[in-house]
């Protein structure tokens, strides 16, 4: 749908300059820009490309020359990425809402707001709820007494497993499981594991006299707050007695695995192949980068940062960036790594 430059300016909250009637129908990188289209050129790197550009219209760095480039109109910010946060949600493919679809399945019990769309195949157990203004693509599960708040979104083949409970405005991708059981097991006597930690490896392991896992059963669900998005493939397991909780405004990636009893706070990030195991405490505002590692009963506090591939393997205090394998603070990361840079010969 086309848009006039000074509505999209008027949605960033940002300036626009020229022909601000101008029209454009999408947003496109400046080398393969059509003269309907919006160029993003929001750093001089882009100065050249743009230079070469059948756009007629861009969006662009602070104190661009935008008229002596060519362009017609101009849009400029001073935030690249928050811009490309309003922009995309401008043109962002709106989703359609038609209904219940008949092939899907819903159990007499159930209660389904208004205006919510069900897609073909989807499973909507007893005594689920779901709020008004929900989308529900295809081939899901929603098992018995789950609540899905008003707005969530839940594409094709997510999982949730009995008794979740979803906020509003939440975005389920493809392939999420919510609520399955926790990875919990115990022996008899003492696991091999367990004597390992114990002895911390000086002794040799012999084979146990029992050496069979009974499960511990998840009887405590999930809670997921408002606002959480969680990328495709990822799962978030039952609590054992407690519910598993994730706080509001929380952004999980693709692959990430937050395991059973996890707490993990407001506006977090996760990022891809993440794992949080059973029990772990993430405090609000923490970024965990991608591949990181947090490990079970531990607690991560207020605004931690953990580098990519980092591993946490004890409790971390507030505002702390961690690095590394086992995770320590930065400082004392690159010192270790110039360390051993001077012992390469």
């Known amino acids: 749908m086309a848009q006039t430059v000074k509505d999209i300016a008027a949605a960033l909250g940002a300036e626009a300059f020229g022909a601000v009637d101008l029209l454009v129908e999408r947003l496109a990188e400046p080398q393969g820009a059509g003269t309907g289209d919006l160029a993003l050129a929001m750093s001089p790197k882009y100065a050249d490309a743009l230079a070469a550009t059948k756009a007629r219209a861009a969006v662009v760095w602070a104190d661009a ?42 159990h007499a019990t159930a209660t389904i707001g208004q205006n919510v769309h069900v897609g073909p195949y989807t499973i909507i157990a007893a005594g689920v709820q779901i709020d008004e203004g929900c989308w529900i693509g295809p081939q899901v599960n929603i098992d018995a007494n789950s609540h899905i708040g008003a707005q969530t979104q839940i594409e094709a083949g997510v999982r949730i497993g009995q008794g979740v409970q979803i906020g509003a405005r939440v975005a389920l991708q493809p392939g999420v499981v919510i609520g399955a059981d926790g990875f919990s097991f115990v022996t008899a006597d003492l696991s091999n594991e367990e004597r390992a930690f114990a002895t911390a490896g000086r002794t040799p392991l012999a084979p146990p006299q029992d050496a069979t896992r009974h499960k511990i ?23 054992t007695i407690r519910p598993t909780r994730v ?6 990636d693709n692959l990430v695995q937050v395991g059973h009893n996890v707490i993990v706070g407001e506006e977090c990030v996760l ?21 990181s590692g947090v ?51």
Request: charge should be neutral; include cysteine; glycine fraction near 14%.
């Open 65 to 106: 020359d935008w008229s002596s480039l060519g362009l017609e109109a101009a849009i400029v910010v001073p935030r690249a990425r928050l811009a490309m946060a309003g922009l995309t949600a401008a043109f962002t493919r709106s989703v359609n809402f038609e209904g219940i679809h008949p092939t899907a399945i819903i």
């Open 217 to 239: 059963h998840s009887l405590g669900s999930v809670v997921i707050g408002d606002d959480v998005d969680i990328g495709a493939n990822s799962t978030v397991d039952a609590g």
């Open 271 to 291: 990022c891809a192949q993440t794992a949080v195991a059973g029990s772990a405490v993430i405090g609000d505002r923490c970024v965990l980068g991608g591949k």
């Open 295 to 345: 490990k079970d009963n531990i607690r991560l506090g207020m605004d931690v940062v953990v580098g990519g591939a980092g591993i946490v393997l004890s409790d971390v205090q507030d505002g702390r960036f961690m690095m590394g394998y086992p995770a320590v603070e930065m400082p004392a990361f690159r010192a270790a790594q110039k360390a051993l840079r001077k012992l390469v010969v």
């Open 247 to 252: 706080g509001r405004g929380t952004k999980i």
